[in-house]
């Protein structure tokens, strides 16, 4: 028989077991991510106008040297918009892309040494007979168009699907060029696959080749340009001004866009961990965190379908430094994360009383604040302060 005082001793000693169990478990779980609050109220008076319109779907921005713009619009033209808002004929040279749904031309970057090299980049959603993928290719910049036009990097394996090419492309400083991939909607199961470039940031040198230094240039089996992978998605992607860290948008499902600055070989999760649903209602993958995948900084749910990324650095709106701009094409609106040591501190909204969906976002050569929207009567706007 056991007395009252081996009983308690046991519970108290059964007691500590769980509650050691217990703290060993959540000490092992990630942390989960800072979701969207109710963003709030505009903090900036600004004004608005339309710089130029009549554009078809455009989809990528691109200021050149002496201020004028370079627009794709997606069924496959490149244009030059003039100081005065006036929109060129399409420039010749472009290449061959699928416009079905949310294919055709989509980013459009300068080369670093454009003063010198003249080249252009583009992403687009490259057809071969039946199937099709995202590619990048580049040409010089000539008065009628480009020339020397060459495909510098393919997504593999291309398929027979209209959606999710992710194709934000940025030049870090020192040279190399991140593009952004998705998941081809249809090829879920091939995100966590490293013999495959779907869902995954891709790293390459401005030429097509590979950095020495990627993470995975030296393991068989596996493709050398890849960055980091697990990433649904990707349609915004803007370099750090200041840690020259690159930083990306990811579209979810229903829910759980993201925020992330995708490092040198991680794991972020898709299809495995997310958080958002699939769009029957059906929970995907194991739930919002597991171990060796990484959380984003932030995310959204509802979502907001983010596009194109800035960091600030102007001195038109000083406030603003060092924030990021996000472009909400579900929302229809220029949404502001005001960062704060590498976190999003709030979140505030523009454009509501536009109504269009904002494709991308850019800083101008003025310091003004740009978009494009991206309809059938598509528009650029510039954002200035008030008055």
């Known amino acids: 028989m056991y007395s009252g005082t081996t009983i308690r001793g046991a519970f108290i000693l059964a007691t500590i077991t769980m ?15 800072p979701q969207s609050p109710t963003p709030a109220p ?16 455009p989809w990528g921005l691109e200021f050149l040297p002496d201020g004028r713009m370079l627009v794709t619009e997606r069924p496959g033209r490149l244009r030059i918009v003039d100081n005065d808002g006036t929109v060129s004929e399409p420039l010749g040279g472009v290449p061959e892309v699928y416009t079905s749904s949310q294919g055709g031309l989509l980013d459009v970057a300068l080369s670093p040494a454009f003063e010198s090299d003249r080249l252009i980049y583009l992403s687009f959603s490259e057809p071969d007979g039946d199937v099709a993928g995202t590619a990048v290719a580049r040409g010089k910049l000539s008065r009628n168009g480009l020339r020397n036009v060459e495909v510098i990097w393919r997504q593999t394996p291309k398929i027979n699907s209209s959606n999710h090419w992710g194709s934000r492309i940025a030049f870090a400083p020192d040279g190399t060029l991140f593009v952004t991939t998705g998941d081809r909607y249809d090829l879920r199961q091939d995100v966590q696959d490293l013999s495959t470039t779907i869902g995954k940031v891709i790293r390459i040198n401005a030429d097509g080749t590979i950095p020495q230094d990627n993470p995975f240039v030296d393991r068989p089996g596996t493709k050398p340009e890849i960055w980091s992978y697990g990433h649904r998605n990707l349609q915004g992607a803007a370099i750090h001004p200041e840690t020259d860290q690159l930083w990306t ?7 759980g866009d993201e925020l992330n600055h995708p490092k040198a070989g991680l794991n972020y999760g898709w299809p ?18 597991k171990k060796g995948m990484e959380q984003p900084v932030y995310f959204w749910d509802p979502v907001i379908a983010p596009s194109g990324a800035l960091f600030y650095t102007g001195t038109r709106f000083p406030d603003w430094r060092g924030d990021l701009f996000v472009g909400s094409l579900a929302e229809s609106v220029l949404v502001r994360l005001d960062m704060q040591g590498g976190r999003v501190a709030s979140e505030t909204r523009f454009l509501e009383d536009v109504g269009e969906r904002v494709r991308d976002v850019r800083q101008g050569p003025d310091g003004l604040v740009y978009v494009i929207t991206d309809e059938s009567d598509g528009k650029i706007i510039k954002l200035a302060p008030a008055g």
């Not at 505009?42 to 779907?57: F, K, M, N, R, Y």
């Not at 948008?249 to 829910?255: K, V, W």
């Not at 495995?272 to 699939?278: E, L, W």
């Open 19 to 33: 509650l050691i169990a217990c703290a060993d478990n959540a000490a092992t779980q990630p942390a989960q991510a």
């Open 42 to 57: 505009v903090d900036a008076p600004i004004q608005t106008s339309v710089v130029a319109d009549g554009l078809e779907h």
């Open 249 to 255: 948008l990811e579209h979810g499902a229903m829910g």
């Open 272 to 289: 495995v961990i997310t958080y958002g649903v699939d769009y029957t209602g059906v929970k995907i993958g194991e739930g919002v965190a």
